[in-house]
């Protein structure tokens, strides 16, 4: 069965720093997400992404995030400048389509901010 | 804004006992909702999903769940548990025409062989 692939599993970076989190979609799902979920609370909802728009985003996607689908492959979130309470599991997420299909999910990364 | 409730953050049952997770949402259109499970060590996976049509819905691993529109319920039921059914399970709701899922809290479940 396919499934959503993201890298890395783990990312350690300084705060400041910027980091990249990748992913790789289901093949034929033109809908892409992004979600975290900080240690101990909910599952939040950053942003959706479709025909390299964004199509809806949350007040947690301020602008130090951004997305992009590079080379028509991966997805990325890129964090410019990090900051503690970055620190969660990010999640990426794909659907063949928006409505009633599902939305399947990557492994997810963790990230810490020191 | 649409929310999630889930009542039992904490789940310890034996082996065949009968099992029920509840949640309830906040909003005021059409939704979409699911059920995901996170097993130890693996990613969100789909147990099952209600768009519309029959409230009972049948998922994955024999569970099952009910949507009650008029007390925006959707619990999640199992017969008899087994102790591979140990992990997170978490509701989510979507409105029908956005893309953006909700999460409830999460219920982690502990089965005893």
């Known amino acids: ?114 | 804004a649409q929310s999630v409730s889930q009542h039992n953050h904490h789940v310890i049952l034996s082996e065949a006992a009968s099992l029920e997770l509840g949640c309830n949402y906040s909003y005021g259109g059409t939704v979409n909702l699911f059920w995901y499970v996170q097993y130890p060590g693996q990613h969100l996976q789909l147990l099952l999903k209600y768009f519309s049509g029959d409230p009972l819905v049948k998922g994955i691993k024999g569970f099952e769940a009910e949507f009650i529109k008029s007390k925006f319920s959707f619990n999640l039921r199992k017969p008899s548990v087994q102790w591979s059914d140990t992990a997170e399970y978490f509701c989510a709701v979507k409105s029908r025409a956005g893309n953006m899922l909700t999460f409830g809290g999460g219920t982690r479940l502990m089965v005893k062989p």
């Open chain 1, 1 to 114: 069965e396919p499934e959503v692939t993201q890298t890395p599993s783990h990312q350690v970076t300084q705060m400041g720093q910027e980091v990249i989190l990748r992913c790789v979609p289901i093949s034929n799902h033109l809908y892409f997400y992004w979600y975290r979920q900080i240690l101990g609370q909910k599952v939040e909802f950053l942003v959706s992404f479709y025909n390299n728009e964004i199509s809806e985003k949350s007040e947690i996607f301020d602008d130090q995030f951004s997305v992009e689908r590079p080379d028509g492959s991966n997805f990325t979130l890129k964090i410019r400048s990090t900051k503690l309470e970055d620190s969660a599991m990010y999640f990426c997420a794909t659907s063949r389509d928006q409505g009633t299909y599902e939305q399947y999910f990557g492994p997810g990364t963790r990230l810490t901010v020191t």
